[in-house]
């Protein structure tokens, strides 16, 4: 098993930037893939992007392509978000998933282990 923690959440302005990070431990992190998800009040939780046991393959929701990157850290146990751009219907719950079977899932179902979540909050 892997215990997820996000941090990096917080208040910023249309069009300022935020990098999230979520800090794993527990079992192996390199046997993961792991993804960032976000979820706003009474709304389904959406897949943003994921990246693959070593990071050499990565895919994204269209909604984020060229403004958000993931990569990952194996050497820290970490994975990041960094959400540049950002617009206020960003503004949600962030949460990190892992899960150890590819292909790569792009839905919630997909993942085992979850983070209990950064809220981003971006005014207008």
């Known amino acids: 098993q892997v215990q997820l923690v996000e941090s990096g959440g917080g208040l910023v302005q249309a069009g300022g930037s935020l990098r999230l990070s979520c800090a794993a431990s527990?079992?192996?992190?390199?046997?993961?893939?792991m993804a960032w998800f976000r979820q706003s009040p009474g709304k389904e939780r959406d897949f943003i992007a994921a990246?693959?046991?070593?990071?050499?393959?990565?895919i994204y929701a269209d909604s984020v392509k060229g403004r958000f990157i993931i990569a990952r850290d194996n050497a820290k146990d970490a994975v990041y978000l960094q959400m540049d751009n950002l617009k206020p219907e960003n503004t949600a719950n962030y949460f990190c998933?892992?899960?150890?079977?590819?292909?790569?899932?792009?839905?919630?179902?997909?993942?085992?282990?979850w983070g209990q979540g950064t809220q981003v909050t971006v005014s207008s």
């Open positions: 998933a892992a899960d150890h079977n590819g292909p790569i899932p792009t839905l919630v179902d997909g993942y085992d282990y």
């Open positions: 527990g079992d192996s992190f390199d046997n993961y893939i």
């Open positions: 990246v693959s046991w070593l990071g050499g393959s990565s």
